[in-house]
């Protein structure tokens, strides 16, 4: 098992930065994913950024250029450092660990972002 503790999240005017945490504890071993998704409402979740055990990374367009996704393997925690904020970055930021061997995909319990225009 994995538990993910977000933190992080909160009210920020527009054009502001956010930095989001994640924690992880339990079985992380072998090479896996974590990644930050995001659900506004009556919307689907949706991924935002990604960054492997190696340190590769991908992002959403509509993040690229603000949004930097980074990772400290030691204290096993992902970043996501949220700059330029905008009104439709308002959601609900989900972490996400994906491990491929053995499988596994566990999900934190969310962190509220809102952004005041």
């Known amino acids: 098992q994995v538990q993910l503790v977000e933190s992080g999240g909160g009210l920020v005017q527009a054009g502001g930065s956010l930095r989001l945490s994640c924690a992880a504890s339990?079985?992380?071993?072998?090479?896996?994913?974590m990644s930050w998704y995001r659900q506004a409402p009556g919307k689907q979740r949706e991924l935002v950024a990604v960054i492997s055990s190696g340190g590769s990374t991908n992002y959403a367009d509509s993040v690229k250029g603000r949004f930097t996704i980074s990772r400290d393997n030691g204290k096993n925690t992902v970043y996501l450092q949220m700059n330029s904020l905008k009104p439709e970055d308002t959601a609900v930021y989900y972490c996400?660990?994906?491990?491929?061997?053995?499988?596994?995909?566990?999900w934190g319990q969310g962190t509220q972002v809102t952004v005041s225009s």
């Open positions: 996400n660990f994906r491990r491929i061997v053995p499988p596994g995909d566990y």
């Open positions: 339990g079985s992380i071993f072998g090479l896996n994913v």
